[in-house]
């Protein structure tokens, strides 16, 4: 009895063993932003930093079958087990590094160009998720600073949607509804914003709608 006790007093101070996560950073001068961190856990959960002490990040969930994909391909190149950079004399496109937490296990590989298919894969992933996370920003700003610069961010967003390279539409849907909502905007933004939305929430880009029937 006593050891009973003993053993579920112990379990009780054991912290739980945190899910997987795949970690991305890139570091390219020049380019905008500079850094970039993103973290995506197992369970979809999803931070985007644009520097290493930015304590304001976006935060966000991505889909189950995209993390998903990202895992499966982090598995293909051995969870980061092995050198993925392809030695190839090519132009200096950023310092990006893969690193995957588990626990006690952490493996990670930096790499500026990489001919691994599924690296290459990977990292289209994270740039997607940079671009969307981009624009967002760029949007949110624009409705609290710049009501006349709503139209150019909200060019950004809609060329990525029709592109099929906007990552979790649905956070979009807040800054939508508070553009098509408010009259302060012009009436044309607020009509591309409730269209945009209406895409958003059936799945598909009104064009690919159009072009099925």
């Known amino acids: 009895m006593r050891l009973r006790i003993a053993c579920g007093a112990l379990l009780a101070v054991i912290p739980a ?18 850094f970039v961190s ?26 189950t079958q995209d993390v998903r994909e990202m895992f499966n391909l982090a598995d293909k190149l051995g969870d980061f087990s092995r050198p993925i950079e392809s030695g190839l004399k090519v132009a200096n496109m950023g310092k990006k590094t893969f690193r995957y937490e ?3 296990t952490v493996r990670e590989v930096s790499f500026n160009y990489s001919v691994d298919e599924s690296a290459k894969q990977l990292a289209d992933w994270f740039e997607r998720i940079t671009a969307t996370e981009e624009v967002y920003l760029g949007l949110d700003s624009a409705i609290h600073f710049d009501k006349l610069g709503v139209d150019q961010a909200f060019l950004q ?57």
Do not use: C
């Open 17 to 34: 063993v945190a899910d997987p996560r795949i970690v991305y950073s890139k570091v390219f001068k020049g380019s905008n932003p500079e």
């Open 38 to 63: 993103i973290t995506v856990e197992k369970d979809g959960h999803t931070a985007y930093r644009r520097a290493e002490d930015d304590a304001n990040g976006r935060e966000f969930s991505l889909n």
């Open 157 to 213: 967003v809609r060329m990525l949607w029709d592109a099929h390279r906007l990552i979790a539409p649905e956070q979009f849907l807040p800054l939508l509804a508070r553009i098509s909502k408010n009259e302060s905007f012009m009436h044309m933004d607020r009509d591309r914003a409730a269209s945009l939305a209406d895409e958003i929430n059936s799945g598909h880009p009104a064009t690919e709608a159009k072009s099925s029937k």
């Open 102 to 104: 588990d626990g006690a």
